[in-house]
Every structure is written in structure tokens, then in C-alpha cells.
């Protein structure tokens, strides 16, 4: 549909793909983490850094899914440089070991893309006792980002290339409870909503990005952070949510985006030269976007942070 064709500011739209944002950009000398790379958008997104030049790091908790994609990219790009590390992000034990094992390689870190996720499950904890989404889309991130940021300053000021953090988010931030976070609440079975959960859990990644751009920038390090939504895209996400997985599988291709699409404003945020020096931004169809106030409010942001800090101490 033409709608969905109109380019935006940046030259793109809903319709470009992962390999058109990126064209003719040259990533080789950079090194990604990509979460969540063994299936859906972080799949296409490994694939299509690697094909610029990228080396990227898969963190995957299914190492055997994970195996499949690296053996089908560097089939269709031999000389793809891609590894996978283990990384279960509803537990803090496994991102701080995910991190250890990373810094002690003594690679470089220049892009941090929190990409993984799990959306409209039912009530479970995770294995450190935080609600699953929330734990999962937010905390494991939040704590993950913090531990590889030394290491992202080193790389920046070694390399003096500017380091970016990519937080994928969701238009369904919007739709969250009634404080957005709640943070007396966060474990609280009997009002526990998956959908409105996984609202919070996207705020969160937004609230997140903002104070960390806050931080990055009183710290004058040459690192921006970002969030994005990628859209409605066919992808196994859905598959907790039985009716919408249905509809998914058979209207959806007409009108959610494919995996190279939605891949596409995730890799423009992380490669496109338009983005440089741009912090604390949202987009959407790889275009800037505004999202809601709550999702504006720096209080709000701040007290995320500590909140956080609390719950991976």
C-alpha cells in the first residue's frame, strides 16, 4: 500500500528493509552483540550487520537455534565473521557470566543491540524472582548494558568511532498500567495483566535509554543510546497469544511487516551515519518519533534506574 511506501526525513519508510537502511555502509572494524539473534528480528539483524562487515556476537539462549542461523548466514556470506555466546536473560547469574566471558575475550564492543524478548506471557517469575517480562525485556538488559559500558568507553576512546546502544522497545509502551510502573507491585499475581505487563516492560526499555543518554552525556563519552519500536512483524512472538498467532500467520502477511522490514529500524539506528551523535531518541519506520509522555518523564526515568539497581545488587 502506498501508505505504507512514504518515505520519511531519513529517505525511508515502513517498508524498507534491514539491507536497503544499511546500504553501502561499511562495518567492517566494528563489533556487535546482538540479543535474541537466533530468531525473528535479531536473526535478520546479525545477518544483515555481518553482511556489511560487521562481526557480531549472537547472545542466544538456544545455542541449537542459535548454531542453525550462524551455519545459514556464513553459507549465503562466507567471509561472515558471527560467534554465539550463551546468554539467558531472565537470570542475572547468566548475564553477568554472558559479560565476564565477553570481556575476558578481549574483544572490542562499538554496538549494543538489547533486542530479545518475550511478550503477553502468562504470571511466572524468573529464576531470580521478578515477574518474567519484566525481568526478561528490561532487567536482564538494564544490568547487561551496565556491565559492558567500561568496555564500550574503552572501545570509543581506542577506536574513536562513537559506540551505540540500541534498546528495542514497542508501540505498546503506550499501553501499560495506570502508573506505568509499578513498582510496589512488580511481582503482584492477583492484578497481573500479560498485556499491560509487557507495556510496562517496553516503557521500561524506553525510561531506561533516556537516563542512560543522560548519563552518557555527563559522562562525555562518544556513546549514544536509543530505543526504537520495529512494528508489528510475523514473528514468533506471538506465540503465547493463541487467537492473535492465528491472525498472524494468515492476515498478517498482508498487513505486519516481514522480518527484513522489521529488522530495518533497529540496523538504521545502529549503523546509518543520519544517526550519528543522536541520543535519547525514539523511532519509528526508521524515522524519529515521539513517544508517550510517560515515556518522556525523566523522574520517572531516574527512579527506574535505582529501582533497578536494587533488584540486580
Not at 116 to 140: R, W, Y
Request: with cysteine.
Amino acid at each position: 500500500m502506498w501508505l505504507f511506501k512514504r518515505k520519511g526525513a531519513s529517505g525511508f519508510s515502513y517498508s524498507s528493509t534491514a539491507e536497503e537502511v544499511t546500504h553501502g555502509i561499511d562495518g567492517s572494524g566494528l563489533t556487535a552483540i546482538v540479543t535474541g539473534a537466533s530468531s525473528g528480528i535479531g536473526s535478520e539483524t546479525t545477518r544483515t550487520l555481518a553482511l556489511r562487515g560487521v562481526h557480531v556476537i549472537m547472545a542466544v539462549r538456544n545455542m541449537a537455534a542459535g548454531k542453525d542461523v550462524k551455519e545459514a548466514i556464513v553459507k549465503e556470506i562466507p567471509a561472515a565473521k558471527v560467534d554465539i555466546m550463551e546468554l539467558d536473560l531472565s537470570s542475572l547469574a547468566s548475564v553477568r557470566k554472558f559479560a565476564a566471558d565477553f570481556i575476558s575475550s578481549g574483544h572490542l564492543l562499538n554496538i549494543l543491540i538489547n533486542n530479545a524478548g518475550v511478550m503477553a506471557i502468562p504470571f511466572i517469575l524468573s529464576k531470580d524472582n521478578t515477574e518474567l517480562q519484566f525481568a526478561t525485556n528490561h532487567l536482564g538488559h538494564f544490568l547487561l548494558t551496565n556491565l559492558l559500558l567500561d568496555k564500550m568507553k574503552e572501545t570509543a576512546c581506542e577506536t574513536n568511532r562513537e559506540g551505540r546502544i540500541v534498546n528495542v522497545s514497542s508501540e505498546a509502551h503506550r499501553v501499560t498500567y495506570r502508573e506505568g510502573i509499578r513498582f510496589d507491585k512488580i511481582n503482584d499475581q492477583q492484578s497481573y495483566s500479560r498485556y499491560l505487563a509487557y507495556g510496562q516492560s517496553k516503557l521500561a526499555n524506553i525510561l531506561f535509554t533516556n537516563e542512560l543518554m543522560k548519563r552518557l552525556k555527563e559522562d562525555g563519552v562518544e556513546i549514544t543510546a536509543n530505543s526504537l519500536n520495529p512494528g508489528a512483524i510475523t514473528t514468533n512472538l506471538f506465540r503465547h497469544m493463541t487467537i492473535v498467532n492465528g491472525l498472524a500467520s494468515t492476515v498478517g502477511k498482508f498487513v505486519l511487516k516481514n522480518v527484513q522490514q522489521g529488522a530495518s529500524t533497529t540496523c538504521y539506528v545502529a549503523l546509518n551515519p543520519q544517526v550519528k551523535g543522536v541520543s535519547g531518541k525514539y523511532f519509528l519506520d526508521n524515522n524519529l518519533a515521539t513517544p508517550s509522555a510517560m515515556a518522556k518523564d525523566m523522574d520517572l526515568a531516574k527512579r527506574l534506574w535505582d529501582f533497578s539497581m536494587d533488584l540486580v545488587k
